[in-house]
């Protein structure tokens, strides 16, 4: 695991160069709206997408990471599926009702049905490589391919490579903090729960991390964003009291949150100074753009989530319960 998180800038540049050879077959009609379907990284990755083009597109964009197509779904519906082992079920059973529904279709996959059907079709198709294992280190594959197929189908502009480009400069130029910077993060999330909070554009930045502490250091972590928990979950910070005690928020904040919720942050900080163990700020400074602060902080809380499994004894290659789960899915 410690050398696919090094190896996070060169896997963003060779995401870019799959990209730019993607197997490209035109729409037959017009696109008046997206979905993006995958599971567990592959709809991480959607999410963050969604997120980072929420103000570019000028079509509706949904995000589903479960079995059912919404019933808008039609000819002028792009339905992109993400998988890389291109047996997800779920993903599957998204890609059959969309080609049902005469719905443009593309796919990212490195293998297994999808890829199958994609070259019986002749459907758009995203390759990735096949070797990659544990898939959830390689979110930057499917972030840049969705990127790079958004922009093919003439939805948005192709601003996203330089920035990627800048992305990975920003993280080779910058590795040494980083990594002392998720050393000391994760030494303060030992032994507490993190409850991780941002603005709402961020969501899937912070639930990528909880997903990578909850899979690499074996931990539970929480995710919620502003102003949303304003309205609900702030007033829950009274129990249970002993979980409370042992919890630990992590603020993270951009150049790019919105000025209101820096003011709410703001107006927070003492009601979480009184009631967590403590609290923990991330304030990015660097990068000149969304997606720029977006790849670094992942990049930054991957590195964390690795020395937290290295606090917890934890190994970060065990998949005994994923294993399991699988295993019983099978059976029916």
């Known amino acids: 695991m410690q050398?696919?998180?090094?190896?996070?800038?060169?896997?963003?540049?060779?995401?870019?160069?799959y990209g730019q050879h993607i197997r490209f077959t035109p729409a037959a009609y017009e696109i008046r709206?997206?979905?993006?379907?995958?599971?567990?990284?592959?709809?991480?990755?959607?999410?963050?997408?969604a997120s980072l083009v929420v103000d570019q597109l000028s079509v509706p964009l949904m995000v589903i990471k479960s079995y059912t197509l919404p019933g808008f779904v039609n000819k002028h519906t792009l339905v992109i599926v993400s998988s890389f082992s291109g047996h997800t079920e779920e993903t599957i059973a998204v890609l059959e009702q969309a080609l049902a529904k005469d719905a443009t279709v593309a796919l990212i996959t490195a293998g297994?049905?999808?890829?199958?059907?994609?070259?019986?079709?002749?459907?758009?198709?995203?390759?990735?490589?096949?070797?990659?294992?544990?898939?959830?280190?390689?979110?930057?594959?499917?972030?840049v391919q969705l990127l790079f197929l958004l922009n093919r189908y003439g939805l948005m502009d192709d601003a996203f490579v330089g920035q990627l480009r800048k992305a990975v400069e920003l993280m080779d130029e910058r590795e040494a903090f980083?990594?002392?910077?998720?050393?000391?993060?994760a030494e303060a999330l030992t032994g507490h729960l993190p409850i991780l909070y941002g603005d709402s554009r961020l969501y899937p930045v912070l639930a990528r991390f909880s997903q990578q502490i909850n899979e690499n250091a074996k931990q539970l972590a929480h995710v919620n964003v502003l102003p949303e928990m304003n309205h609900n979950?702030?007033?829950?910070?009274?129990?249970?009291?002993?979980?409370?005690?042992?919890?630990?928020?992590?603020?993270?904040?951009?150049?790019?949150?919105?000025?209101?919720?820096?003011?709410?942050?703001?107006?927070?900080?003492?009601?979480?100074?009184?009631?967590?163990?403590?609290?923990?700020?991330?304030?990015?400074?660097?990068?000149?753009?969304?997606?720029?602060?977006?790849?670094?902080l992942i990049?930054?809380?991957?590195?964390?989530?690795?020395?937290?499994?290295?606090?917890?004894?934890?190994?970060v290659l065990d998949t005994q319960v994923a294993d399991y789960l699988q295993d019983e899915l099978s059976k029916a």
Not at 3 to 17: D, T
Not at 121 to 141: E, H, I, Q, V
Not at 304 to 312: E, K, M, R
């Open 233 to 296: 979950e702030l007033t829950g910070f009274v129990h249970p009291v002993e979980i409370i005690d042992k919890s630990v928020v992590v603020l993270v904040q951009t150049d790019f949150d919105h000025p209101r919720v820096r003011h709410r942050i703001n107006c927070c900080r003492p009601i979480f100074t009184r009631k967590a163990a403590a609290i923990v700020e991330v304030l990015l400074r660097y990068g000149d753009s969304l997606l720029e602060q977006c790849v670094y």
């Open 3 to 17: 050398q696919l998180i090094e190896g996070f800038s060169k896997q963003i540049l060779q995401a870019i160069e």
């Open 33 to 49: 709206n997206v979905v993006l379907s995958g599971v567990g990284t592959e709809g991480n990755a959607a999410d963050l997408v």
């Open 299 to 315: 990049h930054l809380f991957d590195w964390t989530s690795f020395y937290l499994a290295g606090q917890n004894g934890a190994d």
């Open 112 to 143: 297994g049905k999808m890829l199958q059907t994609a070259t019986e079709k002749g459907l758009t198709l995203a390759t990735l490589p096949d070797n990659t294992s544990p898939k959830r280190a390689f979110l930057g594959f499917h972030l």
């Open 178 to 185: 980083i990594r002392d910077g998720a050393q000391e993060l």
